[in-house]
């Protein structure tokens, strides 16, 4: 895994240890001083993001990681497995704490990290209590599986995406039908909540991403100009930017209030399928099938305004 300074086109830091990237799966800890990746060889390596120095490896019994996600505080980080696996592990001790069996997909974890939702093989979205290992709540509408799951920043919302078109935004504490989301005419590969809460992100196969209001269900925003499918998504932390992943080999970065491209990164050598910006806003990685895990400086970016 490499990491590069975007503009300079010189390698900042050279990551060594994981093999191919799938899925997209790495994110930052919340204090922005760790960096973790997914790998085909069933590890996930936490660097410093400083140092490029590896600072725990994680390696279970179950499949290749496609997907990891920190806790709130960064004490805790969820895997996901091929095999239809999670694994909730310490992050200072490595040890892991909690395995959640069924798993069909992504995952995610509630602003207070108590709960974790995950896609259910049967095409559901399923809430665990991660005290418990328990279950808490199934929610039912999707007619295909499940890509991508996220909390709003209260809570209080719950949005999923899947391969038969839709989002669905949900009542993250009852089992009450959400509100469906119609607009994309392929599948959609992820969801992201605006750090405000007043919007929602979704990617998709039909090579655009859409920005809808979760509270009543009205687009707001189609962002065009991927020449290939989406498949992340991810919000600056003053929900100014809207970062997008394809499989045009590029990331772009959309200006949120007038919808227009502000920049196009480009470097890797194959479709990049992850995105995430660190929480201070000042850098932005994103994770391709070609073994690379770019980091670009977050800030300051251009932004094009109507002509």
């Not at 996930?44 to 996600?69: H, N, S």
């Not at 979205?125 to 929610?139: P, S």
């Not at 930017?241 to 949120?256: E, H, I, M, N, Y």
């Amino acid at each position: 895994m490499k990491v590069w300074v975007a503009g300079i086109g010189q390698e900042a830091l050279s990551l060594k240890g994981n093999t191919k990237l799938i899925g997209g799966g790495m994110a930052f800890s919340p204090d922005c001083s760790c960096l973790a990746s997914a790998s085909e060889d069933k590890t996930v390596k936490v660097w410093d993001a400083r140092t490029g120095q590896e600072a725990l490896a994680l390696k279970g019994d179950t499949g290749p990681v496609y997907g990891v996600a920190y806790s709130p505080d960064g004490t805790r980080l969820a895997t996901v497995s091929v095999g239809g696996t999670v694994n909730v592990w310490d992050t200072k001790s490595g040890q892991e704490a909690l395995t959640l069996q069924g798993v069909g997909g992504p995952v995610a974890w509630s602003p207070d990290g108590l709960r974790l939702a995950t896609a259910a093989a049967d095409w559901t979205v399923k809430v665990w209590d991660v005290q418990t290992g328990q279950g808490v709540l199934i929610l039912k509408g999707h007619t295909l599986g499940v890509t991508g799951v996220a909390f709003s920043p209260d809570g209080r919302r719950l949005a999923s995406a899947s391969q038969d078109g839709t989002v669905w935004v949900w009542d993250a504490r009852t089992q009450r039908e959400g509100l469906m989301l119609l607009g994309h005419t392929g599948m959609v590969n992820g969801v992201a909540f605006s750090p405000d809460g007043d919007r929602l992100a979704s990617a998709s196969s039909d090579k655009t991403v859409k920005v809808w209001n979760p509270k009543t269900g009205q687009e707001v925003l189609s962002l065009k100009g991927h020449t290939s499918p989406v498949f992340g998504v991810a919000w600056s932390a003053d929900s100014t930017r809207l970062a997008s992943a394809a499989g045009d080999q590029t990331v772009k970065v959309w200006d949120t209030q007038t919808g227009q491209e502000a920049l196009t990164l480009r470097g890797h050598r194959d479709q990049v399928w992850g995105v995430a910006f660190s929480a201070d806003g000042t850098r932005l990685a994103s994770a391709s099938l070609d073994g690379t895990v770019k980091l670009w400086p977050g800030r300051p970016l251009p932004v094009l305004r109507p002509r």
